[in-house]
């Protein structure tokens, strides 16, 4: 049945667990909470089904259709119940209008549209002959979008008229964004290792596309819970996230997660914040069906029931209200070709140093098909250090060897540089928050022209310049 056709259903948001259904054309009387009352306008997305991690397969997020909703003291209402099926409602940093994912006609691919907070003239912003997900406000009247090609979903930028598009990610794989930080860069979710698994996990990048890295470095413990989704950045400047059964955060001063005890439930979709300090949350409670929203302050043992829906699952909440405009990221890229990478100090791991000194990385990268293809190797420093040149947007893996070619380390996933990029790094998997040694690296003082790695790619200046 399409939704356009007919929204057969009424939603509405209970104190004692109500609901009230109604047939399309009927009279909707929506019963008022206590609890929803209190609460500030929320933008939802009803779904019959939700799998949340189906877009890191390429896969449908809602094959039974979406719609979204607006709940807004104590009455929940359809935003643009002209549409076939809408989704993933992002609010402008004025709080006045409203970016989502949506479908005209139940047939077609997602497209980017755009209203006001009321639902009031929605447009399609963005036209496309595939699908279009997640769109997220960037400053500088921009946004980031995940697109659908043919090796998967890709990060995508535009202006909010659909031009001066340009691709954020370089990968086979899917990467779905989830929230724009105050600093102006994006997180984003994708599979671990990236590019190369399907354990959901959370990365970050530059508006440009450069400086692609995970948000935090302590996989094991994230493989072994299943895997983080669905990252918001708090006021506090934590991320917060979900496990399925559970929540987690990162703090900007711990490099490692922090877990969270949180009430027992399945947990689905974004986490948003309330002006009291609380969070909003869509859980699937034990033996339930369908994720409600609640109302839950972190260290409580109990969450309250905000909303519900006859057969539906809320998820992807929003706070319809102003909020602090990113920080912009002025872009540093060259009109180069390639990328020039430098290494501080290889030896160094995020679990310690090497068992064995390197005495040269081999850079890899990806063929048309999937296969593993060397670029080249490049000698290792005594204290670590390497520069090397790699041809720009395109797959890039490092592998140390010693002198007797045995593999001392290497990358499990992939990463990429941008085209004009010049980056530095502290180690090999040191982590994001290990800060460098006040040294000139070995590698400097012997030269500072890389060691081209590109494959035959046409070089940037020598020395970076």
């Keep these: 049945m399409s939704l356009r056709a007919a929204i057969a259903w009424a939603l509405c948001s209970v104190a004692t667990p109500v609901v009230l259904c109604v047939a399309a054309g009927q009279q909707e009387q929506p019963q008022r909470a206590a609890?929803?009352?209190?609460?500030?306008?929320?933008?939802?997305?009803?779904?019959?089904?939700?799998?949340?991690?189906?877009?890191?397969?390429?896969?449908?997020?809602?094959?039974q259709g979406a719609q979204l909703m607006v709940l807004r003291a104590g009455r929940m209402e359809p935003l643009v119940p002209a549409l076939a099926a809408s989704a993933d409602a992002s609010i402008s940093f004025d709080g006045k209008a409203v970016l989502f994912a949506a479908k005209e006609y139940a047939g077609d691919p997602w497209q980017i549209w755009e209203a006001g907070v009321d639902g009031a003239e929605p447009h399609r912003a963005i036209a496309a002959a595939t699908d279009l997900v997640r769109p997220l406000w960037m400053p500088g009247g921009r946004m980031v979008y995940a697109r659908r090609e043919a090796a998967g979903f890709a990060l995508e930028t535009a202006k909010l008229d659909g031009t001066e598009a340009e691709k954020l990610s370089f990968l086979r794989g899917n990467f779905i964004p989830d929230d724009v930080l105050r600093d102006g860069r994006m997180l984003f979710e994708?599979?671990?290792?990236?590019?190369?698994?399907?354990?959901?996990e959370m990365f970050l990048v530059y508006a440009d596309g450069s400086g692609v890295e995970s948000v935090r470095c302590d996989h094991g413990d994230a493989v072994r819970a299943g895997g983080r989704e669905h990252g918001r950045q708090m006021l506090s400047g934590d991320i917060v996230f979900t496990q399925g059964a559970r929540l987690g955060r990162f703090t900007p001063a711990l490099a490692d997660e922090e877990p969270l005890t949180a009430p027992a439930g399945e947990y689905a979709g974004d986490v948003a914040e309330l002006p009291d300090g609380s969070w909003l949350l869509s859980v699937r409670r034990p033996g339930e069906r369908h994720s409600?929203?609640?109302?839950?302050?972190?260290?409580?043992?109990?969450?309250?029931?905000?909303?519900?829906?006859?057969?539906?699952?809320?998820?992807e909440a929003v706070v319809v209200a102003p909020h602090a405009v990113p920080n912009r990221h002025p872009s540093a890229l060259h009109p180069w070709t390639t990328g020039n990478l430098l290494a501080l100090d290889a030896r160094l791991t995020r679990g310690g140093m090497l068992p064995g000194a390197p005495a040269t990385v081999r850079v890899e990268t990806q063929g048309e098909a999937g296969h593993t293809v060397v670029l080249g190797t490049a000698p290792v420093e005594k204290d670590g250090s390497f520069f090397v040149q790699a041809q720009g947007d395109e797959p890039l893996r490092f592998i140390l060897l010693d002198a007797a070619g045995r593999t001392l380390g290497q990358e499990r996933g992939w990463f990429w540089v941008r085209r004009g990029e010049q980056r530095i790094c502290v180690g090999c998997h040191t982590g994001p928050e290990r800060a460098p040694d006040n040294r000139v690296p070995e590698v400097l003082l012997h030269s500072t022209t890389p060691v081209d790695v590109t494959g035959g790619a046409a070089p940037a200046p020598a020395g970076g310049r």
């Design 190 to 200: 994708s599979g671990f290792p990236l590019g190369a698994g399907t354990t959901p």
């Design 292 to 315: 409600v929203l609640a109302t839950w302050k972190p260290g409580e043992r109990t969450a309250t029931v905000a909303a519900r829906a006859s057969g539906r699952d809320l998820v």
């Design 35 to 63: 609890e929803s009352a209190g609460l500030p306008a929320v933008i939802v997305t009803a779904a019959p089904v939700y799998d949340s991690l189906a877009a890191l397969r390429g896969k449908e997020r809602f094959p």
